[in-house]
């Protein structure tokens, strides 16, 4: 496989880039375009030069893994900066993704012409750093102001459409690209050639649109769009050489920071979770047709999961009314799809086609796999099972939805045990991506890697989990508000706590999320544990919860709640109710609390490694991070407290 080959059509040369998977720009890739933009000029029989790449999409981006390695030349600017000043304009043919270092080459080509399919963005503050090849100063003279402040601050791509009005490219095609491509070039060259990207106009802007743009681009703790925010606006405001010059500064500075190291770590970790060696060459069972039992928020929302992925499902309930509800949430799920312009009315009856009811299991015995999501009963779930081992296939998949319980007490007595498996979705099961897949140890290698492919299918984030008391997550989770508890009894304010969670870069701190959520879940599995014989001390939630405090439902938990409003405020009750168990009055910086808090979960983490529940410290990071609102930017807990 040549890196680059060049073939010319007439008077157009046609420069393919083939560096799989993703056309990373490597070192090589540099260098090679570098030369070859110097010896296409000085070829007199070229007069212009198209460049498409091989495979799966244009250029990805910078590769990055050479991020943690010292920048070797030609550095990506002078690349960009070497085939904007060729002599013959290059056009760049885009399929795929050009993102990043991928898209600031092609905005160094004179021209840039995409198929309807493809997608131009400028993600690097996903990896924390800033774009380093003039995407913060070509970006606002090719499109705008406003545009480039939202294609960098957001790091979303644009689809071909959106970017051709946003002037980002020349033109969409169709057809064969690369045709295309050479026929827009050797058209170009008989017009009249527009400016160079770096010599176009730019327009300052008011400093209230500044304002604005830096309060919509905050994100707590994520320090990257608002370096990328400030690298635009100081493009506005100088010349293209001072604005470069800021944007490498900028960018290097980001790239050795802890924020753009936890980034690459969850960038990485994110692409080895679905694909684990141990089930290198272990074929899935193919998965068609779908049962899933329940249809309350879990079960709906696994339905809807599952048929969004083009599966074939029959939701089951114990009655015709409890089918029509169950119906009547998965079709919900369709319609908010619809409301929001991501579905149209005959894409939302299409999947609702595909979704059939029924109080009968019977009607099960052709799926593949069957997913169980009633009540969190191990007696309701055991008489699932012992229906679904009469009436499915020997070979279907049967899954159980527990959060709590020990899958194999749920299975206990299942025929052909080795289909079992538990697949632990988070609630809203169509929205969050974190599905923890939980084998027992009778389960088959391909049952295994049967619930790794419906995590692909489904576009979720896979991670493997022993089985012990809530798994991963839960376990954690558990253990987070048990250690913040501990600081309320040492006299930490709870919403210092919740306020230093927020400052960390989660949505909510501990308190305010159980109120959201409510108290009285976890104080129904430690009252379930104390019934059956498990000593659970007595926790701050349960003296809440016994007080009829079960959060914003009961208009207060470990906040009050004005009369149809959410703002939390400090309550005198909860200070009353746990005076007893307070026993200091402790002064904390909100970064230590954080610190603290993090460690805990860390700790935690260090056992469930230990005890075998996770396979590597990057999966716990990745349910933290996809199921619970850990902050990508700092990695995960395993991330935020190594040594
Ligand atoms: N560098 C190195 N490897 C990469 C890579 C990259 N940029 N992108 C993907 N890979 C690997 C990935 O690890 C996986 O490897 C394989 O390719 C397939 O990836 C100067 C500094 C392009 C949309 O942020 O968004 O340019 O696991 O499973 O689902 O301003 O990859 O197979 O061994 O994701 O088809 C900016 C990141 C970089 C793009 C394709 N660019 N990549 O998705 O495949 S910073 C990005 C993606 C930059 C400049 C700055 C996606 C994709 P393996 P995949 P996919």
Known sequence: MTLLTVRRDGEIAVVTLDNPPVNAISEAVRKGLYDLAERLDEDPEVRAVVLVCAGRTFLAGADVREFGQPPVEPHLPDVVDRIEAAEKPWVAAIHGAALGGGFEIAMGCRFRVAVESARVGLPEVTLGVIPG??????????????????????????????????????????????????????????????????????????????????????????????????????????????????????????????????????????????????????????????????????????????????????????????????????????????????????????????VRGSTDYADLAQADLVIEAVFEEIGVKRAVFAELGRV??????????????????????????????????????????????????????????????LARALNKMPVQAGICEGFIGNRILKRYRAEAEVLVTQGVAISEIDAAMRGYGFRMGP???????????????REGARAEGQHVPETLGDILVRAGRKGQKTGGG??????????????????????????????????????HLVAAMAAEGAAILEEGIAQRPEDIDLVEVHGYGFPRWKGGPMFASRG
């Not at 491509?181 to 649109?209: I, N």
């Not at 579905?343 to 609702?352: F, H, I, V």
């Not at 703002?567 to 007893?580: I, M, R």
């Open 392 to 453: 499915c296939r020997p070979d279907a998949v049967l899954a159980t939805n527990t959060s709590y319980l020990d899958p194999r007490a749920i299975a206990e007595g299942l025929p052909n045990p080795e289909r079992f498996i538990g697949l632990h979705f988070f609630s809203p099961a169509h929205i969050m991506k974190l599905l923890e897949i939980v084998p027992t140890p009778e389960t088959a290698p391909e049952v295994l890697a049967t619930g790794f492919a």
């Open 558 to 595: 470990w906040y009050d709640y004005a009369e149809g409003d959410r703002a939390a405020l400090p309550s005198p009750q909860v200070a009353e109710l746990l005076a007893a168990r307070i026993v200091d009055a402790r002064e904390l910086p909100r970064p230590e609390i954080a610190a």
């Open 133 to 354: 090849a003039s995407g913060t100063v070509r970006t606002p003279r090719l499109a705008g102001v406003e545009a480039a402040v939202e294609l960098v601050t957001s790091g979303k791509p644009l689809a071909a459409a959106k970017a051709l009005d946003a002037g980002l490219i020349d033109a969409v095609v169709s057809g064969d690209l690369e045709t295309a491509a050479v026929e827009f070039a050797r058209a170009s060259l008989a017009a009249e050639m527009p400016l160079p990207v770096s010599k176009r106009p730019l327009q300052p802007m008011p400093d209230d649109f500044w304002q604005a743009a830096r309060k919509a681009a905050a994100r707590a703790g994520h320090k990257a769009p608002l370096r990328a925010l400030d690298s635009i606006r100081f493009a506005t405001e100088t010349s293209f050489a001072a604005a470069m010059a800021h944007e490498r500064e900028t960018f290097l500075d980001l790239r050795a920071s802890d924020e753009a190291a936890a980034l690459r770590h969850v960038f990485f970790a994110e692409r080895a979770a679905p694909k684990p060696a141990a089930l290198k060459g272990i074929d899935p069972r193919p998965v068609k047709l779908v049962g899933v039992i329940g249809g309350g928020t879990m079960g709906a929302g696994i339905a809807g999961a599952c048929r969004e992925a083009g599966m074939e499902i029959i939701l089951i309930e114990r009655d015709a009314e409890a089918v029509a509800r169950g119906l009547d949430n998965v079709a919900k799920i369709f319609d908010g799809a619809v409301k929001r312009g991501k579905l149209t009315e005959k894409g939302r009856a299409e999947r609702m086609a595909g």
């Open 511 to 525: 308190f305010e999320a159980q109120d959201l959520g409510g108290l009285d879940i976890a104080f129904l599995q």
